[in-house]
């Protein structure tokens, strides 16, 4: 039933590991997002994808690699993990139409000691 | 530079009274706007978007006003109730393939 899940919910890790976060969407839509939410609440775009092409790229480290293996699905890869990116990372997925909604999955807490 | 800016980090209000939330944005030209809703360990949820020809979205118990020349949207929850407490963002885009940008929040508690 559920429209956007993404996995795991909590990732802990070192610094240094490399780790990947899963997301996948059953609405049928074609743009999918990570975002990313800061210790301060603060939820910054990071990647969108519309058919599987990248098509924004914000400023985020080459270490964050996204990729989407069909439309359904944008997984968040991370290399050499630092401290800073200890935060909640949200996929979402909206229609192709710059108007729609997003919609949001529930997160993944990623932090790293 | 550009910015949205959500002027109350928190908000507390008695329960059945209107609560009113504010978003300021400079240096943009947004399309449209659309105001989220997000309870804790959860993602965000979409309630309500508006565009820049209209001035007044309703919902139930929430209206959306947009006010172009002033760059600003006010949120409003009528009748609230202790469910209505949780974290609500403001998010714009400029027309074309501009993302979404977020405010920071404004987490009403309504109090019982």
């Known amino acids: 039933d559920t429209a956007v899940s993404q996995t795991p919910k909590y990732l802990v890790t070192q610094m240094g590991n490399d780790k990947s976060i899963k997301c996948e969407q059953n609405?049928?839509?074609?743009?999918m997002y990570w975002y990313k939410q800061d210790s301060k609440k603060f939820l910054k775009i990071m990647f969108s994808?519309?058919?599987?092409?990248?098509?924004i790229n914000e400023t985020v480290p080459n270490r964050f690699s996204p990729k989407s293996p069909d439309k359904a699905h944008l997984n968040l890869h991370i290399n050499s993990l630092e401290l800073g990116d200890s935060a909640v990372y949200f996929c979402?997925?909206?229609?192709?139409?710059?108007?729609?909604?997003?919609?949001f999955g529930n997160g993944t807490r990623l932090t790293v000691t | 530079s550009q910015k949205i800016e959500q002027n109350s980090e928190a908000l507390n209000i008695q329960e059945g009274k209107t609560a009113t939330l504010t978003c300021n944005y400079t240096n943009y030209s947004p399309a449209y706007l659309q105001w989220y809703r997000q309870d804790p360990g959860r993602g965000p949820v979409f309630l309500l978007l508006?565009?820049?020809?209209?001035k007044e979205k309703r919902k139930e118990r929430l209206k959306v006003t947009f006010d172009t020349t002033l760059k600003q949207s006010l949120f409003h929850i009528t009748a609230s109730q202790p469910a209505d407490s949780a974290t609500y963002l403001c998010a714009l885009a400029n027309s074309g393939n501009t993302p979404l940008v977020f405010g920071k929040g404004t987490r009403l508690s309504v109090i019982a």
């Open positions: 508006i565009r820049e020809n209209e």
């Open positions: 994808y519309n058919n599987k092409e990248l098509i």
């Open positions: 609405l049928g839509h074609d743009t």
């Open positions: 979402a997925s909206s229609q192709e139409d710059n108007n729609s909604p997003l919609h």
